[in-house]
Every structure is written in C-alpha cells, then in structure tokens.
C-alpha cells in the first residue's frame, strides 16, 4: 500500500509538471518573495480602496488594524523570524 501510494505521487506531480525546470517567473517570484509581497498587497489595497467608499483615514485604519489582527491569526507564520 505505501509503495503504490507514492507511485501515485510522483505520477500526479509529473502529469502536474514536477519534472520540469522553474519558469522565469517562478524564479523571481523564489528569488523576490518580499518585494512580489509587497506589490501584490499595494496593488490590491490600491483595488480594494479604490472601490471603497470611506474616506483615506478610516480606510487605512481599518486595513492596518485588520493586517495586524489576520498575521496574528495565521499558525506557524515565519516572517520576520530566522
């Protein structure tokens, strides 16, 4: 049962791509984890504020508060942490 089971792994990765080499975006995206972060959260905060119908005080209050509290929320996150 364990051998067939990891047979039918590394068949899934291989139909998926496994045995492929990386992309060029995928290596930025390895080599540039924060900076990809950080323009993908100022592009979507710029969405979302850009739809909300609040003012820019209370909108960037709300976002930073609700930032701290959900990086609070996740399990086992390591960032900031070596």
């Known amino acids: 049962m364990g051998q067939k089971l ?8 291989r139909s998926l791509g496994g045995e492929r080499p990386p ?5 930025f995206a390895a080599r540039h984890p924060l900076g990809l972060a950080a323009g ?3 592009a979507s905060g710029g969405f979302f504020f850009a739809l909300s ?3 820019l005080p209370d ?16 399990p086992g ?5 070596r």
């Not at 992309?23 to 290596?27: A, D, E, H, N, S």
């Not at 909108?59 to 508060?65: D, E, I, S």
């Not at 996150?77 to 942490?81: A, I, K, L, P």
């Open 40 to 42: 993908i959260a100022i």
């Open 6 to 13: 990891i047979r039918m792994f590394w068949a899934i990765d």
């Open 77 to 81: 996150h390591s960032f900031g942490r």
């Open 53 to 55: 119908d609040e003012s």
């Open 59 to 74: 909108a960037l209050v709300t976002g930073l508060v609700g930032g701290v509290l959900r990086r609070r929320q996740l």
């Open 23 to 27: 992309t060029r975006t995928q290596k």
